[in-house]
């Protein structure tokens, strides 16, 4: 079982309750439990209780910062139809409510209307080619997610490389670092697991409200090429845009966030 | 009163627990009421009972077709901050659920962080030298919304003169038809309220499953300029991008939704 697997594992505690061990091995900047590893342990627990297998639109509202320890997961079907299904967790920690997701639930593989894009997949050199994050610099203390997703680049960001250039996109290979083929939930997670696009305009990192990622394939083996964007800041509202292609080439994620900028 | 809020209004039924009525002035294709009107019923009940004025960022998830004639939503305070409060309202039909909203609310005048675009409003020569909607033709028997909100061209998409081109995307000028000034509550639903830019594939209409919306300020008064895309169609699922600008040229609202096309 994968790192990702493991670490948002969650066993039942009751009708549509759920109990979970936030680890430390997730922390993004302050030292906090990354959202979208949350948002990962709340989809393991509404995935149990949903009668489809994948996620396909899943929405989370972070009301409060998540702790190391345990959390307790209340779920509930909202409506179960035969192509889709809905359904609602709240993640809580020590008695009070932590995030809310809303998702809805099909079978990727039975979703079988047209396909049409008008975007291309990164056009990044071979993941060999390229330069890993962990060869740049070490992570600011405590970021343990940098253990656990392995980052590499053609060009890494400007202030990856203590030149902050104001370009808040960039372009990057990513992947679970023990190799484990990345599930829907995972990449629920992986569209929030990157440092803020708005880093490269000197702003160290941002307080997300509300993140929603569209699923739209079982991701082939392989590195996972992603294309991330801050678009518009407003009176310190920034959005976030992320995607994620697989090695074949097939989009296989597509989220948007809003955040709050310290 | 404008015809938005006269048809979103709602009255108390009992604690968190509001009575409105879905009009037949506001149908889409097939009939149907549209999406982001019913979004704003869902919005006019969850305001009153949130500590803070404007909505900074909805989501609604569409479990069922609306239809026209009495409705009730529940609303829940979820959590109350000083800066944000986030709530979440139920839609109800004669006893079975329709749309489960959660959205987060803040003081737009209190954000006064920074702003930074790295996007531009559309470039449309002015209302008056742009050509309305109305004038190209009518709209299908039953859209009744196309006497709600007005739109108008520099050039209109190509389905729109019978020639569909294959783009799924346009940029337009659109107001609600009266001429009250939008709020954030009617922002909202303005995102929902254009034909799909899929429309221009050949697809006749598309079921939205999950909207979000991001709020960015409150329009000044006059035409909003537009910009929606579809970028990603897999398996028939479409995400549609919308963006409004005010007359002063700042972006007032962005949204993306995911959709089922026929």
């Known amino acids: 079982m994968g790192e990702f697997d493991q ?14 061990t936030v680890t430390d091995r997730w922390n993004a900047l302050g030292g906090r439990p ?3 590893y949350l948002l990962g342990i709340a989809l393991r627990a509404l995935g149990t209780d949903m ?9 989370s509202y972070f009301l409060r910062p998540a702790t190391v320890g345990p959390a307790t997961i209340r779920t509930e079907l909202t409506r179960a139809g035969r192509r889709i299904a809905t ?9 009070t409510d932590i995030a809310r997701v809303i998702a809805s639930y099909a079978d990727l593989e039975k979703l079988t209307g047209r396909t049409v894009l008008f975007n291309e997949p990164p056009a990044l050199p071979a993941p ?5 994050r962990a060869d740049i610099g070490a992570p600011p203390p405590g970021v343990t997610i940098a253990d656990r997703v392995q980052a590499r680049f053609a060009e890494p960001p400007g202030w990856m490389v203590g030149k902050p ?3 808040p996109r960039s372009e990057f290979w990513m992947r679970l670092a023990d190799g484990a083929v990345a599930d829907p939930v995972a990449l629920a997670a992986l569209v929030d697991t990157a440092p803020p696009a708005t880093t490269d305009l000197g702003v160290m990192g941002s307080t997300t409200l509300e993140l929603t990622v569209h699923l739209r394939g079982r991701p082939a083996p392989g590195w996972l090429a992603c294309r991330v964007s801050t678009r518009h800041i407003t009176g310190g509202l920034a959005d976030e845009d992320f995607e994620i292609w ?11 966030q809003l955040a709050l900028l310290p």
């Open 7 to 20: 670490d948002t594992a969650v066993t039942p505690a009751g009708p549509f309750e759920y109990a979970a």
């Open 34 to 36: 990354n959202g979208g």
């Open 51 to 59: 009668p489809l297998p994948d996620p396909i639109s899943v929405t």
């Open 87 to 95: 359904g609602e967790a709240t993640v809580a920690q020590n008695g």
């Open 128 to 132: 060999e080619d390229c330069v890993d």
């Open 165 to 167: 250039a104001g370009l």
């Open 246 to 256: 697989d090695s074949t080439g097939r989009l296989v994620a597509q989220s948007r």
